[in-house]
């Protein structure tokens, strides 16, 4: 299974959190193709404060395909995911979230997070990777 992995899980993942996310992720490593979307990249690399702490992730992060998340379609489409949500009462706090759902949405692969704006995309076709706590 093809997977896409929020900043989200990264950066609990990076920063030694144990989360039922992290767990996940740790448990899929070599057995699923886990994507890493540029967006994304540039999230989890921009929060390392050390030069060796930055380079350590993107070494281990090169590991894994590397996929470009935003272009015409993904935009236009995430508009209008965001459009519908707003119709249907939900705001969606973050732009990058909803490029990233749409992204996902419109290339059928699942997301592994652990950020609650994400739910509201799940009306919109979102497949979210599930896992027992």
Known sequence: MRLLVDS?????????????????????LGRE??????II???????????????QALEALRLFPWVALLGPEVAVESAQNYRRLRKMGMTVRKTID?????????????LLHSDRD????????LRVIHFSP
């Open 98 to 110: 909803s490029f990233i759902a749409t992204w996902c949405i419109i290339n059928h692969v699942p």
């Open 8 to 28: 989200s899980v990264w950066i609990d993942y990076f920063n030694g959190r144990l989360t039922p996310e992290t767990d996940a992720l740790d448990a899929m």
């Open 118 to 125: 994400f739910e509201p995309f799940e009306r919109q076709g």
């Open 41 to 55: 990249l540039g999230e989890v690399l921009q929060g390392f404060r050390r030069d060796a702490d930055f380079q």
């Open 33 to 38: 193709e886990i994507l890493v979307g540029d």
